[in-house]
């Protein structure tokens, strides 16, 4: 076993020997090989007698086969494994054996693509071969378990050889338990027999003469027609014209790709027949068609390469010519159609040209496979479309709804419920048509376009329901909306000017009426036109007061309304009816003090005993001035000039700063005041005006507003005052604002000025 002293036999004979460490109690037979030269050509009935010998008594049977012959006739022991299958079943009774075929000197080839082939070969072993009429249409797994493992090379990989070996052999402990390599055998012969029992074998096998060589005619035929196929597929794989072709198709279609692959099969297999035809014709014919075989496998990657470009090519023809079709504003429908159907001919015409001759494959499946991706591609491109047009419409949808909705509900009345359910109406049924007529193209079944369109119809409700939802969430906020418009401002819609005159209570009353009916609108979804009592039970039980029981508003639900439709429950409403009672009952607090300051305000007259007192004790006085002029004359001067002085010096406004700051400004401002409208006077008196300052321009629009003045009504001095009361609502809380009480007097100088 020396590899640097040449290649002889190693094994002689059949040797047996006892497995060391291994359990349970194994015995290993060693058999001499069956293509060894030292017996020669002619000796082959030991290999065929010492194969039988071993499927007969041995449990598991290692067959030990190179793997770049595997798919061969003779290297892969077809014949011996034929022959000695016939015979076992004839000699011996029926047992379970495994076969475990161990791939030598493993090429890249993956093991998974080598099993199939060994199985199926001994598959075919087994349906030729003969059989008892018992066991005529017995499977092969009755008899046999068929394994398949592979080693490395020992020369290249000796390290990754050794370690496979030892993983092969853990593979023979516990190997008759269930689940091992013989944990099915059967016909188990005992211990103490089986020396017997081997020797009995071993006889019947001697004296079986079945076992002989075939003729040499038919040997030496199998040997020179191998040798000859097997040159012509070598010179086949080499090919330049084939490699040339091969390379091409790796890039892209080749045009003619099945008549020039035709032409260099056809070279080669007639070469074959040419110098193969004075053998056997048998094992020529047997030969021949191994060398197809093996051709046709060499090409037939190159064939579905091209398969697959053909393929590709189709879609993507199909992909660009329906989106430019859809583009130029064709139906769906007959624009797929007319693309699937002209890129299906270019593919059938495609595959017609890439077929040889010598085979009749099948392109079905690619076709198949072609098909499914064009439908996938038109189903995809069908729902983008599809999607695109219904999100189109409900965007639509939601312009026309969602502001009209929030609209409708700000202004919410009695008819609220009912002109949503006009506008509803009115605007789903536009969008419903028009969306019939977009989709119409698509050619779509009935039931599913009944499902879209009353998809459309459900997201236009959806969308109202949603907004409703969203309003019933700021229920408050519009209840007291309603109130500040209704409380705030009459009928006109003018701001409303508490003067006294107003009535406070009946305003109020009116006021939480119409927000109570607001807060009826937004309690329940009223889409179906189904009457609901929701108002009547609000107003009897929150504004009349009515006491009933049980109390109608003690439930959280309301009666003839289903739950799903309810956005405010009576318990709810009965809790903002409190919460909106105590949020707006400042803003009337409010408009009652600004009542009562506007009568204060404007009541300049002191109170009717006063007037009677001063008439009472102060007539001596009135008849004095009655009986002597120039003191009623002097006492309108003093009163004039004091009038002047208040506005020359802008006493109001010299107090804004303080009363400290008051005196002492007017104080330092009094002497040159006094002088100038003295001045003033002097002048006035002689005709003649001197230039002014601007100090001056001040005192002359001051004294001329004295002079202008005086000639007003005295009544005119004190203007009436307006007290009105606003209310501003927000998000989360509400503000009331008053405008303070204003009394404007007519004094001032800019209104003297618009007096004139």
Known sequence: ??????????????????????????????????????????????????????????????????????????AANKPLLKTVFQVMMRLFSPRKTTLLFVIRDKTKTPLEYLEPILREDIQKIWNVVSKPAAHKDTPLSEFFNVEVTALSSYEEKEELFKEQVAQLR???????????????????????????????????????????????????ATVRCEEIANEKFCRLSSDEDWLALEEAVQFGSVSGFGRRLSSILETYFSEYDSEATYFDEDVRNAKRKHLESKALDLVHPAYLNLLGHLRFKALENFKSRLERMLKEAEGFAASARACTESCMHEFDQGCADAAIKQANWDASKVREKLRRDIDAHKLSVRDAKLSELVARYEEKLRQLLCEPVESLFDAAGRDTWASI??????????????????????????????????????????LVVKKAREEAGKVLILMKDRFSTVFSHDNELMPRVWTGKEDIKTITKDARAASLRLLAVMAAIRLDEKPDKIENILLSSLMEGTVTSP???????????????????????????????????????????????????????PPPWAIVAMVVLG?????????????????????????????????????????????????SRFLPTVMNLLKRLAEEAQGHRTPESPTQQQSSVAFQSFRNQSQLNPSSSIAQSSVSSNVSVSDSSVEYSSPNLMQ?????????ELSQ
């Open 170 to 220: 853990q593979r023979f402990f516990n190997s008759i338990s269930p689940g091992g390599l013989a944990g099915d055998r059967r016909g188990v012969v005992p211990a103490s027999g089986f020396s017997f029992s081997a020797q009995q074998i071993w006889r019947v096998i001697k004296e079986n003469k079945d076992l002989d060589l075939p003729a040499h005619k038919v040997m030496v």
């Open 744 to 752: 404007r007097r007519s004094t001032k100088v800019q209104e003297a």
């Open 421 to 462: 359910r006009q506008l509803l109406r009115r605007e789903t049924e536009t969008a419903v048509l028009e969306f019939s007529t977009a989709i119409s193209s698509f050619e779509l079944d009935q039931p599913t376009i009944e499902s879209m369109l009353q998809g459309l119809r459900d997201y236009a409700r959806n």
């Open 619 to 667: 007539f001596n006085e009135f008849m004095l001035l009655l009986r002597n002029p120039l003191y009623l004359m002097f006492l309108f001067v003093a009163f004039l000039l004091s009038k002047a002085m208040w506005v020359q010096m802008d006493v109001p406004g010299q107090f804004q700063h303080g009363t400290l700051a008051g005196l002492i400004s007017i104080s």
């Open 551 to 605: 109390d109608p508003l003690a439930s959280s639900t309301w009666e003839e309304v289903p739950p799903e439709n309810t956005l405010i429950t009576p318990v709810q409403c009965k809790s903002l009816w409190r919460q909106f009672k105590s949020e707006t009952e400042y803003t009337v607090t409010q408009a009652i003090s600004a009542q009562e300051a506007y009568k204060r305000s404007n009541n300049w007259l």
């Open 1 to 74: 076993m020396d590899a640097y002293r040449g290649r002889s036999q190693t094994t002689k004979g059949i040797w047996i020997a006892h497995c060391v460490g291994i359990e349970p109690f194994t015995i290993a037979m060693d058999l001499e090989g069956t293509d060894g030269r030292e017996r020669g050509e002619d000796d082959t009935t030991f290999e065929k007698q010492s194969a039988l010998f071993a499927l007969a008594i041995a449990d598991i049977v290692l067959i030990n086969m190179w793997c770049h012959d595997i798919g061969r006739e003779q």
